[in-house]
């Protein structure tokens, strides 16, 4: 196989489960912290330059605790784990 170019596309789905609170002054709901999990995969292009990235060169998950602040709310993930759980590049070679 042979890899096109020098870039990568990452996919990613996670999921979270955040705690929502209500902003007295305002009455808007807002994000406060909870928990956020999930999987990727680190894709590349072979030899067909219309169509997307699909070849899987790494795979992972990523877990960790998320925390909301102003001014947007503005997440930060803290605690986090980013597991590889496969690195699949010894099929590869570049021309």
């Known amino acids: 196989m042979t890899v096109r170019g020098n870039e990568c596309t990452v996919i990613a789905t996670g999921t979270d489960d955040v705690q929502l609170a209500i902003d007295p ?23 067909n330059p219309t169509d997307s990235p699909e070849l899987p060169v790494q795979t ?29 590049s010894p099929l590869l070679r570049r021309s």
């Open 25 to 47: 002054k305002t009455g808007q709901v807002i994000p406060t912290s909870g928990k956020v999990f999930g999987t990727y995969a680190v894709v590349v292009q072979l030899d």
């Open 60 to 88: 992972g998950t990523f877990s960790g605790v998320i925390n909301f602040q102003p001014p947007l709310p503005l997440g930060f993930v803290s605690e986090g784990i980013f597991t590889i759980d496969g690195i699949h």
